[in-house]
């Protein structure tokens, strides 16, 4: 992955939303700090970047969440970057369409559609499974639209199941404070 390109998404969504300014502050630190090779390693124990993407159905207004093995909890679908991906939107759409087995669009907010409707740093804890070292993850999260809810294929490796969840549900899990909304202001 080209840090210039991260660099410029970055650029691009702080033009768009100047008051994260302080909220993305660590993250640029980390963007300064870090070569391009290790932004996107795994083994990078400080943290790295990763992409994923809510699953909006568009004829039930509904959004994908999944059981997550290891972490605990319902997410959105998502993943790692890698050294060979051209951007966070193509790992985010890879990973979708891994983990959910749907067909899915890009919600195409802004008018660069590599632009995320949010950039979220958090904690990953301790990962016994692979022995990964608590850490931090940089996501891009965009948004993806299901025509419906029927044909979700989990890949079993991470996910054990899911539900479709109102946008009530969602706004009550503490993981998506930012981005909710963001998602009330897009989806109209």
Same mark, same amino acid.
């Given at each position: 992955?080209?840090?210039?390109?991260?660099?410029?998404? =970055?650029?691009?969504?702080?033009?768009?939303?100047?008051?994260?300014?302080?909220?993305?502050?660590?993250?640029?630190?980390?963007?300064?700090?870090?070569?391009?090779?290790?932004?996107?390693?795994?083994?990078?124990?400080?943290?790295?970047?990763?992409?994923?993407?809510?699953?909006?159905?568009?004829?039930?207004? @509904?959004?994908? =969440?999944?059981?997550?093995?290891?972490?605990?909890?319902?997410?959105?679908?998502?993943?790692?970057?890698?050294?060979?991906?051209?951007?966070?939107?193509? @790992?985010?759409?890879?990973?979708?369409?891994?983990?959910?087995?749907?067909?899915?669009?890009?919600?195409?907010?802004?008018?660069?559609?590599? %632009?995320?409707?949010?950039?979220?740093?958090?904690?990953?804890?301790?990962?016994?499974? =692979?022995?990964?070292?608590?850490?931090?993850?940089?996501?891009?999260?965009? =948004?993806?639209?299901?025509?419906?809810?029927?044909?979700?294929?989990?890949?079993?490796?991470?996910?054990?199941?899911?539900?479709?969840?109102?946008?009530?549900?969602?706004?009550?899990?503490?993981?998506?404070?930012? %981005?909710?909304?963001?998602?009330?202001?897009?989806?109209?």
């Amino acid at each position: 992955m080209n840090k210039s390109v991260i660099i410029e998404i =970055v650029d691009k969504y702080l033009s768009i939303f100047p008051e994260e300014k302080d909220r993305q502050k660590h993250f640029i630190n980390y963007l300064n700090a870090t070569n391009e090779k290790a932004i996107c390693d795994w083994n990078n124990a400080v943290g790295h970047i990763t992409a994923g993407g809510f699953v909006y159905s568009r004829s039930t207004q @509904r959004f994908l =969440v999944m059981w997550h093995k290891d972490l605990g909890m319902f997410l959105y679908p998502g993943g790692h970057m890698e050294a060979g991906d051209n951007s966070p939107l193509e @790992r985010a759409k890879l990973e979708a369409k891994e983990e959910t087995g749907l067909e899915l669009e890009n919600l195409k907010i802004f008018d660069n559609e590599l %632009i995320p409707l949010d950039i979220d740093t958090h904690v990953i804890d301790y990962n016994p499974r =692979v022995g990964m070292p608590k850490h931090f993850h940089f996501d891009f999260r965009y =948004v993806f639209v299901a025509q419906n809810e029927s044909g979700v294929e989990l890949d079993k490796t991470e996910l054990s199941s899911y539900k479709w969840i109102d946008k009530t549900e969602l706004k009550k899990d503490v993981n998506y404070g930012n %981005i909710i909304k963001k998602l009330d202001k897009y989806l109209k």
